[in-house]
């Protein structure tokens, strides 16, 4: 049987029967699924609600894989796996480090995210911080957020520097002057005879 309408319903039912029937015929019955990974977009913020998972401030990629672990982040929520798992989905190279990993103090733990190809704003960190807040227990405290941006650059720069001494001579420049003076006396104090020799050196003046 093809229809619903019998032959004594009126002529109005069994038009409507048959474009329900070709609008029917003709639609994709794949494209039909509530996987938030296919589902159509319209229906993101619909299964969000139904699972309980915050999409405010993602995009639409990051959003459809939040929701697909929904089940898995509501069974281990409060616990460093809940919050790896939620941080994965948005940040894939998000690490988390509890306190016994780095000698800190109890229940503190720490959040590392690193980025080469894409910006770190405001929209960014402020997804980073709620999804820490919605699968954390109330016990654990964040402790730090580190944000490391990492850039790729093709281009070389070199720098070069010469350094050198110039040491000029000069002429030999007298720098003193010697004096020799000799007193000779006779036997009888007749005659006295001063000598004097005065030594200048004018080498290499020029």
């Known amino acids: 049987m093809n229809t619903l309408i019998l032959n004594h319903h009126p002529l109005q039912s069994k038009a ?3 474009s329900a029937k070709k609008r029917f015929e003709d639609l994709n019955l794949a494209s039909i699924t ?4 296919n589902c159509d977009e319209r229906l993101l913020s619909v299964l969000a609600n139904a699972y309980d998972v915050s999409i405010d401030g993602l995009n639409e990629k990051e959003a ?12 281990y929520n409060g616990t460093a796996f809940a919050i790896k798992e939620a941080l994965y989905a948005v940040f894939p190279t998000a690490v988390v480090k ?16 690193s980025t080469t190809n894409v910006s770190f704003d405001e929209r960014s960190l402020n997804a980073l911080e709620r999804l820490i ?11 730090t957020i580190e944000i490391e941006v990492q850039s790729k650059n093709n281009s070389f720069n070199a720098c070069i520097e010469i350094d050198g001494e110039t040491i000029e001579v000069l002429p030999f420049q007298t720098t003193a002057l010697e004096n020799a003076s000799k007193n000779t006396f006779n036997a009888f104090g007749v005659l006295i005879c001063e000598i004097s020799k005065t030594n200048i050196d004018f080498k290499g003046v020029s």
């Open 34 to 37: 509530n996987l938030a990974l």
């Open 64 to 75: 459809r894989k939040l929701i697909s672990k929904a089940l898995l982040l509501d069974r």
């Open 98 to 113: 509890e306190w016994f990993e780095y000698n800190g103090k109890p229940y503190f733990f720490k959040v590392k995210v």
């Open 16 to 18: 409507i029967d048959l």
């Open 133 to 143: 807040k919605n699968f954390k227990n109330v016990r654990s405290v964040l402790e």
